[in-house]
């Protein structure tokens, strides 16, 4: 279910592909932005540094955590700027691939309860 919010906000940006460095900076917000939303629903590395730990503790959980969003941004602005060159087609493909990702993992869970 990650992969398949991080495909897809790929997808999000790579139609249309910013023109100019206002757009392009609007576009690494909304990737930035939708990082954090991946990266904390879904992995949560400072899960639990700000109950137990200390000022070194909950820094360090900090730091992992912005290192996390940087990397899914840069990966999701890299699967972006990927896509943009490909058509249409392909862009429809990887959303259904993602789909049904999404799809997969929630009958996992599903088997799981």
């Known amino acids: 279910a990650a992969a398949a919010a991080a495909v897809a906000l790929a997808v999000w940006l790579a139609a249309p592909w910013p023109s100019d460095r206002i757009d392009l900076v609007w576009a690494l917000v909304e990737a930035a932005v939708g990082a954090f939303a991946i990266v904390t629903v879904f992995f949560d590395p400072a899960r639990s540094a700000f109950a137990g730990g200390g000022a070194a503790s909950v820094a360090l959980e ?3 955590w912005l290192g ?39 009958a996992l869970l599903m088997s799981t309860a």
Do not use: K, S
Not at 74 to 87: C, D, E, I
């Open 62 to 64: 900090v730091a992992r």
């Open 68 to 106: 996390a969003v940087a990397l899914v941004t840069g990966a999701v602005a890299g699967l972006g700027w990927l896509l943009q060159r490909w058509g249409e087609m392909w862009r429809a493909a990887i959303v259904a691939a993602a789909g049904a990702a999404v799809v997969a993992a929630a």
